[in-house]
């Protein structure tokens, strides 16, 4: 990589950082054998509970099956209907299908790329149970409105907080506004482990009691109920438990970053730096701009060594995996609209005002 080269993400300027820390937590997993459950894990979810402020987390194998977990602990049945965000990660509409209930997607606000409440009660059927929305790039999904709606008609909610550890809604922090909130660790992500590993955290003690038992076979020596296998282990979560205290720090970099940028990209050709709402804090786990210039940017930086990324090419509803739903672009206008003008920037806590500059130069030269 050519020193003038800007990563999209430096996970290893991170471990860099705590090095010493890190590499001494492996060697005490290995040196305990505590590879499964043990002292390590447990502590993790010590740790997290304790960050989000909830009552209860259950740690488990990576973010996605938190999401599974959750669904299957609140009983979904066959036929049930849940409505989700037309732009995420599919992990977050997969679940859903997964765990035997029937995708239903929402469009987005064209503002923060997140459900647009607006439109929730037209997906609303009488066999609707839940909804999932998502904190999409670090920015919350509007959980006053959505809190509303899901009261009104009795349905409960699963933040899927992925991208969004430490970001608030009105000061509240995300993960603590639903009947359950999932967590990925995945090495990219705003905390991140060097693996798969994720968590999902309830205020519900018989709900966390039973994603526990079935995230872990039904439970060790007795059996209650059939279960899966969806464990963190102990190498993942003793990394975890050495970066947690980072993450405060990590997510004011990454605030500051994205202001920067907010405020060097201003006025630059067509681009649209992303917004934040006036309720939210915002973490910031993707930096995406919208333009219609998108191709010459991509030249640009491949050329130059900048990476970037776009999360993701299509709305949910347009991928193969979907065809049967039969969708079409004018049922999710605003997604359709944001998935060829977004791209994602470098973006991440260690990342220098010399590395910002080089992207802000080449985003200047495009135009
Ligand atoms: C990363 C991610 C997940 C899943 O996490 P994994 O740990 O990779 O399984 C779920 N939803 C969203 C929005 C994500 O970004």
């Given at each position: 990589m050519s020193p003038l080269s800007v990563p999209f993400a430096?996970?290893?300027?991170?471990?860099?950082?705590?090095?010493?820390?890190?590499?001494?937590?492996?060697?005490?997993?290995?040196?305990?054998?505590?590879?499964?459950?043990?002292?390590?894990?447990?502590q993790f979810e010590e740790n997290f509970k304790r960050l989000i402020g909830v009552q209860h987390c259950i740690s488990c194998a990576n973010g996605t099956d938190a999401i599974y977990i959750a669904m299957k602990g609140l009983g979904i049945k066959p036929g049930d209907e849940v409505i989700t965000t037309a732009h995420s990660w599919i992990s977050t509409s997969e679940t859903i299908t997964q765990a035997g209930g029937k995708v239903v997607f929402c469009d987005t606000s064209l503002d923060n790329f997140t459900i647009d409440p607006g439109q929730i009660e037209s997906k609303i059927t009488p066999r609707t149970v839940g909804i999932i929305p998502v904190h999409l790039y670090g920015h919350p999904a509007d959980m006053g409105q959505i809190l509303v709606i899901a009261k009104e008609h009795n349905l409960w909610i699963i933040e899927d907080c992925a991208q969004a550890h430490l970001a608030k809604y009105k000061g509240q922090q995300v993960g603590t506004f639903g009947v359950a909130a999932t967590f990925?660790?995945?090495?990219?992500?705003?905390?991140?482990?060097?693996?798969?590993?994720?968590?999902?955290?309830?205020?519900?003690?018989?709900?966390?009691?039973?994603?526990?038992?079935?995230?872990?076979?039904?439970?060790?020596?007795?059996?209650?109920?059939?279960?899966?296998?969806?464990?963190?282990?102990?190498l993942q979560a003793a990394i975890l438990n050495v970066k947690m205290p980072m993450l405060k720090e990590w997510t004011i970099k990454r605030r500051a970053i994205a202001k920067r940028y907010d405020e060097l990209l201003a006025g630059v050709g067509d681009l649209e730096v992303?917004?934040?709402?006036?309720?939210?804090?915002?973490v910031y786990h993707l930096y995406v701009i919208k333009t219609a210039n998108r191709e010459a940017i991509q030249k640009k930086f491949s050329e130059n060594g900048v990476g970037f990324s776009v999360n993701y090419p299509k709305a949910l509803p347009f991928y193969p995996a979907y065809a049967q739903l039969g969708h079409t672009p004018t049922d999710f206008p605003n997604a359709h609209r944001d998935q060829s003008r977004i791209l994602s920037l470098p973006i991440f806590p260690e990342m220098t005002e010399v590395q910002q500059d080089r992207v802000v130069g080449f985003l200047r030269e495009c135009f």
């Amino acid at each position: 990589m050519s020193p003038l080269s800007v990563p999209f993400a430096d996970l290893h300027a991170q471990y860099l950082s705590l090095k010493m820390e890190i590499d001494r937590a492996i060697e005490e997993v290995i040196s305990e054998s505590a590879f499964i459950r043990g002292r390590f894990v447990d502590q993790f979810e010590e740790n997290f509970k304790r960050l989000i402020g909830v009552q209860h987390c259950i740690s488990c194998a990576n973010g996605t099956d938190a999401i599974y977990i959750a669904m299957k602990g609140l009983g979904i049945k066959p036929g049930d209907e849940v409505i989700t965000t037309a732009h995420s990660w599919i992990s977050t509409s997969e679940t859903i299908t997964q765990a035997g209930g029937k995708v239903v997607f929402c469009d987005t606000s064209l503002d923060n790329f997140t459900i647009d409440p607006g439109q929730i009660e037209s997906k609303i059927t009488p066999r609707t149970v839940g909804i999932i929305p998502v904190h999409l790039y670090g920015h919350p999904a509007d959980m006053g409105q959505i809190l509303v709606i899901a009261k009104e008609h009795n349905l409960w909610i699963i933040e899927d907080c992925a991208q969004a550890h430490l970001a608030k809604y009105k000061g509240q922090q995300v993960g603590t506004f639903g009947v359950a909130a999932t967590f990925s660790f995945y090495p990219g992500k705003n905390l991140g482990a060097m693996g798969d590993a994720g968590a999902l955290v309830t205020r519900d003690s018989k709900l966390a009691d039973w994603c526990a038992l079935y995230a872990r076979h039904g439970g060790k020596g007795e059996h209650l109920i059939e279960g899966i296998n969806s464990r963190m282990d102990g190498l993942q979560a003793a990394i975890l438990n050495v970066k947690m205290p980072m993450l405060k720090e990590w997510t004011i970099k990454r605030r500051a970053i994205a202001k920067r940028y907010d405020e060097l990209l201003a006025g630059v050709g067509d681009l649209e730096v992303p917004k934040a709402s006036p309720d939210v804090e915002h973490v910031y786990h993707l930096y995406v701009i919208k333009t219609a210039n998108r191709e010459a940017i991509q030249k640009k930086f491949s050329e130059n060594g900048v990476g970037f990324s776009v999360n993701y090419p299509k709305a949910l509803p347009f991928y193969p995996a979907y065809a049967q739903l039969g969708h079409t672009p004018t049922d999710f206008p605003n997604a359709h609209r944001d998935q060829s003008r977004i791209l994602s920037l470098p973006i991440f806590p260690e990342m220098t005002e010399v590395q910002q500059d080089r992207v802000v130069g080449f985003l200047r030269e495009c135009f």
